[in-house]
């Protein structure tokens, strides 16, 4: 009796066995720091620079055609450069190419206005890096705005400025700017009119000659209500 009953045991914990599923335990692969990556992206990074801003040195000779055909040159051939990373890595993240590289990929994504799609591509993949502190957050707010400016949708966070014949800075298509400084708090952005004022300030210094022919001698900042 006994034997059997240890029979009858042993096939219970046989079927109990057989009835249980077993996880697999779930495999993260690994990032691998790529220096390769980081000093291409500095270095594309670099002529970006001198192609965003106005033209110095030797690029302050060129003609506005010169200078139109190179700025155009380097944004579209960067952009191609740029999907071909992100079609093999997706978003470039900190633990791939450090926050310098990081935050060089999206300056130059930043940049590539002419390719809307890819820059809503890239942003895509942008939100689950800073979601998991692989990103940036401040420049994920820039390149939601740029992708809603560029494909005719009102920004979210306020990042992009036209100015007033005064040179004050001013969101550019935002009629609506309800709960804007809660949206750029959340992701560690000054608020607007702060940054308003930043941009004011900058444009007054880059246009100082032209704002004195008009008698403006100083920046028009705007006041806290």
């Given at each position: 009796m ?11 914990a ?17 990032v ?74 999206w300056?130059?994504v ?8 890819f ?22 707010g ?8 560029n494909?005719?949708?009102e ?55 032209y ?5 403006i ?9």
């Open positions: 006994n034997k059997i009953c240890g029979i009858v045991w042993i096939g219970l046989l079927l109990g066995c057989k009835g249980k599923t077993v996880e697999k335990p779930t495999m993260v692969k690994k691998i720091y790529d220096q390769q990556l980081a000093d291409e992206l500095k270095r594309m990074e670099g002529i970006d620079q001198i192609a965003a801003y106005i033209p110095h040195g030797a690029y302050a000779e060129l003609s506005e055609e010169e200078w139109n055909s190179f700025k155009d040159s380097v944004f579209t051939t960067h952009q191609k450069q740029l999907e071909e990373i992100f079609n093999k890595v997706g978003f470039v993240g900190y633990d791939l190419a450090g926050k310098e590289g990081s935050d060089n990929f300056v130059m930043q940049h590539s206005d002419h390719d809307p799609v820059q809503k591509n890239v942003l895509a993949k942008m939100k689950v890096q800073v979601d998991s502190g692989n990103a940036t957050p401040e420049y994920y820039y390149l939601v705005d740029r992708v809603h400016i494909t005719g949708e920004q979210v966070y306020g990042t992009q400025f036209e100015y007033n014949e005064l040179g004050q800075a001013f969101p550019k298509n935002m009629t609506d700017t309800t709960g804007v400084n809660s949206r750029r708090i959340s992701l560690g952005l000054t608020p607007m009119i702060e940054r308003m004022n930043e941009m004011t300030l900058s444009h007054f210094l880059m246009n100082k000659e704002f004195a022919e008009k008698g001698t100083e920046p028009q900042l705007y006041t806290a209500n």
